[in-house]
T-cell receptor, first 113, second 115 residues
Framework: NAGVTQTPKFRVLKTGQSMTLLCAQD?????MYWYRQDPGMGLRLIHY???????AKGEVPDGYNVSRLKKQNFLLGLESAAPSQTSVYFC????????????FGPGTRLTVL | AQSVTQLGSHVSVSEGALVLLRCNYS??????LFWYVQYPNQGLQLLLK??????LVKGINGFEAEFKKSETSFHLTKPSAHMSDAAEYFC?????????????FGKGTKLSVIP
């Protein structure tokens, strides 16, 4: 039972490159979220999904796209990376059956040069 | 809409002293409130939560928090600090009832414990 896993753990990109971050969960949670964490800013919501095939924008969605084709996976894409997207990205999940709060993955540290 | 204010970006306490981390929130609907802890280079771990019922909630590692609606506060306390408590702490709020349960986070408070 791995919980929430994120791939990759670290990545360095050049400006303009694209990449996809994968979040996978084995808890059968309905809701999934992508946050970014920047020093002194706390965590800010990028996009979220309340179920397979549905996504919605959060507080800071610009420059990112997401997809949730399978219930257990939530992908975050950067089409053309910018230095302002250097951050630590966290995925989180939430199960409604037993509401214990969002459960976070270990994070992906992304640097855009 | 919700917002969270954490007073003090850095707090230092001596080992064995009281820990008090302050959190004030605003919410247009009855809130659900959370405290998370983050150790260096790790993800966030849930310490405790308030949803409904008893306003004094107990969490892991000896922490507790009290929901005070009149003061719109949810301060985190621990009677006696331990070196292992050194970490960053985040307060978060979401709206109760049906919805996306998006969390709005405070900017965090880094706790240092002095031997």
């Amino acid at each position: 039972n791995a919980g929430v896993t994120q791939t990759p753990k670290f990545r360095v990109l050049k400006t303009g490159q694209s990449m996809t971050l994968l979040c996978a969960q084995d808890m059968n949670h309905e809701y999934m979220y992508w946050y970014r964490q920047d020093p002194g800013m706390g965590l800010r919501l990028i996009h979220y999904s309340v179920g397979e095939g549905t996504t919605a924008k959060g507080e800071v969605p610009d420059g990112y796209n997401v997809s949730r084709l399978k219930k257990q996976n939530f992908l975050l894409g950067l089409e053309s990376a910018a230095p302002s997207q250097t951050s630590v990205y966290f995925c989180a999940t939430l199960g409604l059956t037993n509401f214990i709060g969002q459960f976070f993955g270990p994070g992906t540290r992304l640097t855009v040069l | 809409a919700q917002s969270v204010t954490q007073l003090g970006s850095h707090v230092s306490v001596s080992e064995g002293a009281l820990v008090l981390l302050r959190c004030n929130y605003s919410s247009s609907v009855p809130p659900y409130l959370f405290w998370y802890v983050q150790y260096p280079n790790q993800g966030l771990q849930l310490l405790l939560k308030y949803t409904t019922g008893a306003t004094l909630v107990k969490g892991i590692n000896g922490f507790e928090a009290e929901f005070k609606k009149s003061e719109t506060s949810f301060h985190l306390t621990k009677p006696s600090a331990h070196m292992s408590d050194a970490a960053e702490y985040f307060c978060a709020v979401t709206g109760s009832g049906a919805g996306s349960y998006q969390l709005t986070f405070g900017k965090g408070t880094k706790l240092s414990v002095i031997p």
